[in-house]
């Protein structure tokens, strides 16, 4: 039979399995990190009525889509969590309960030019908390702590959670009359890391057509820097010029004020005038979040807090404020700099029972049923090979433990047992070895995720 | 602004938080069953090069898929888990070890005609053992427990497991010189349960042209029936007579032999002459599972034994066993007969944390903090409500505690908490009211996902 030849579409992650079991660990993570701030897990399609996908129209996003019909339908696939949740939440208004705290981790689809590291299919994972005509800043302050957890449980430290205050950089350029062009100036400003200020400085001259007055003003604005405290004093000396500025540092002081009581160490968080989040969409409080050994690869995790979540849908006011971690992207970095930690258990199973002749393997079944009642990942392994061949086998998967049944062990209901990393062979009663077995996988699934 | 009015599209589940809780807790069952039979975990894209999902071609598929161009690319959504599973080890062959036992929940897309009950969007939840060359009938053998093993964690008991194999029946035709006409009788045949034998008999004759003596040596097969050992027994009475029939009953009896090893009890097993999983990709032990008091559901969890899993990729005989469960489906119909456990905690947070007084929300953030770090899922209400709204919110999502901190709960470094369950209420230090709220949850979250 001709054959064909099989590939998987470039821009598509399919991972091996030893790498795919560390994605879902991290997964896990987030599930249960995000579960613990009282979000709770929804699912939508990953189809939708192309009309309801692109409500809001417009630009880079709707050439990057999946579009097609089926049959008279136009159809579209998610290009993020962000929409599907504002039809959801339009739906079902009704039935849920305000403020309602959702995670979704699912995948997202966008047909961008395939480079290195970009992915057309690619899992996002979202919090999102939306209020009904109104949200408390408490639910700004808690971000920072969920950002930091999450992080912290999957084993990173070297990172930092950069917060700014969008009605405090509007504020700010009202004050200078320059409201009209604050966008300009944004998008210069955010080269600040590239190129330094004093290009920043000519650029807002001859760019964005500044006075020299007014780029020294924002350049004195931007450079500064220090503690929450020293940033907060510093912002403090332009407050009674402008309300939304105003508001904007009591928010900003409402989110540092409660980091400790949220755990968050001031090591991992910095208030950073440069960071605005894109344009509109975002009202107030933004964040980012960066690697510290890694500041090319950008924010991890970003977001922000939002006035109306659903306008294309409903009349409802729905503020809300929200964060998404690009997780194929960030395990695709984290694969790349090797950061990804070699020592948690990445096999299919923690014990390959080998019976020694076909005579056992009814025993070997029994010992393998009651290491599942306890709770350890078991496979059986009765193909016809040598010896040799099948403690290879659970060595090349990394399995950590082999169980040897032979006619020995089975008149004497125990277990012969061999740690395929130490090379340490036993033989005990079943009971024994579980325990061992067990306190072993125990001590070698304590590790995170990420190892720096 | 005009709106749009949000619909998500007929043929696609999406659920409300409570009931989304509860298939997220059949996943996880899932998952932990599934590893605990040492299968490892697989993503494959959701999207597809058209012409490999096709290779196979064929019929009623091809009209339902999704298909579509992306720039010069023709593109297939998956339709099933089976054809990306052969994908993935034709490529990469070289790297994976055999047997490669692998499980994948994933959601899979058929553009079937629109009705209830039927889903265009779906989860799949499939299991295979994919050996190299060959396969030990201990593959097959282990099935039931993994199937027994999933549905009774899941909280089912009132379920049969289904067991056939292909080359008994194969082998039984061969001997009445009807290996042509196979493919026919078996779809006969399978009307059994729904027209009786009479009517199956006169089909027989008038429709597959077969004569009366034919027709009754086939209704004595399929009228076979009794225990593993009554059927075995009956059974062996057609040896010597075919090949393919001897080694398939020899197949059988590993497979009823090993039962009680595997921990499977003879009520949740049935050898089933009459069932016959399609008609050219099974060739050894098929299995079907129905729920004993809706046989009108059909297989909930079916599978079986073949010889070539990736044969339109590559020369490579990759013989496998594997089942899938149509998890969208059965969640569906347990929701529909109320067979969904509303014992088991359905909200987003375990407790609801409301300072009393603006002045006591960094203590209630602290005390949140620490909630969180004992594994309670804590959300914190600041929102301007009053009181009885915020009681009646943590009521309306069913969230089990409430946790009222005021001025002298400040002072004293306690809390007061309140079960929204039975109305009790008590103040205590907070490690005595933790590790109670903790306890308590243990034994809510004891349950099972599926009550019958």
């Keep these: 039979m001709a054959k064909l030849k099989p590939r998987t579409l470039s821009g598509f992650m399919e991972l091996l399995p030893a790498p795919q079991q560390q994605m879902e660990r991290m997964m896990e993570i987030l599930r249960r990190t995000y579960s613990l701030y009282g979000f709770t897990p929804l699912d939508t399609p990953a189809i939708e009525a192309a009309e309801v996908l692109l409500a809001k129209g417009g630009g ?3 050439k990057q889509i999946y579009r097609f019909n089926k049959g008279d339908t136009d159809l579209a696939l998610r290009f993020d969590l962000t929409v599907p949740l504002a039809k959801y939440v339009a739906i079902n208004y009704g039935q849920l309960s305000f403020p309602f705290r959702r995670y979704q981790i699912g995948k997202v689809y966008r047909g961008e030019r395939a480079q290195r590291g970009r992915f057309r299919e690619f899992y996002q994972a979202d919090i999102d908390v ?3 005509g109104q949200l408390d800043i408490i639910n700004e302050a808690e971000i920072p702590s969920i950002i930091y957890k999450t992080f912290t449980e999957l084993g990173l430290d070297r990172f930092q959670i950069r917060v700014n205050n969008r009605k405090i950089l509007n504020g700010f350029y009202a004050m200078l009359e320059l409201s009209q062009v604050a966008g300009d100036i944004m998008r210069t400003v955010d080269k600040l890391d590239k190129i330094g200020p004093d290009k920043v400085r000519t650029l807002l001259m001859e760019e964005n057509g500044l006075s020299e007055e007014k780029a020294d003003q924002i ?7 220090g503690t929450n405290e020293e940033v907060i004093a510093a912002l403090e000396g332009y407050t009674g010029r402008n309300e939304l500025f105003d508001l904007g540092l009591s928010e900003l002081k409402s989110v540092t004020g409660y980091l400790a009581a949220f755990g968050v160490p001031q090591s991992h968080f910095a208030v950073d005038l440069t960071i605005a ?5 975002y009202t107030g409080t933004v964040y980012e979040t960066t690697m510290l050994d890694h500041p090319e690869v950008g924010s991890i995790c970003s977001g922000g807090r939002y006035d109306n979540l659903a306008e294309y849908y409903t009349d409802k006011k729905l503020p809300g404020v929200g964060i998404s971690i690009g997780l194929t992207r960030l395990f695709y970095v984290l694969n790349e700099q090797k950061m990804l930690s070699d020592s ?15 005579a056992q393997q009814g025993y070997a079944i029994s010992v393998a049923t009651q290491l599942r009642t306890q709770g350890v990942r078991t496979q059986i392994y009765c193909e016809r090979k040598k010896f040799k061949a099948k403690i290879s086998y659970a060595a090349k998967l990394g399995i950590p433990f082999a169980l040897f049944l032979g006619g020995d062990e089975e008149a004497a209901g125990s277990v012969t047992y061999k740690d395929l990393t130490s090379g340490q062979q036993k033989t005990a009663d079943f009971a024994a070895a579980a325990a061992d077995i067990l306190a072993e996988l125990e001590k070698r699934s304590a590790g995170k995720v990420i190892g720096e």
Excluded: H, K, Q, S
Excluded at 347 to 355: E, R, T
């Design 130 to 132: 939306i209020g009904d």
């Design 60 to 62: 880079e996003t709707e």
């Design 277 to 281: 989040r894109g344009l509109d969409y």
């Design 344 to 358: 948690l258990p990445t096999a299919p199973a923690d014990v390959l029972v080998i019976p020694m002749d076909e």
């Design 219 to 225: 350049l004195a604005f931007i450079a500064i820097r």
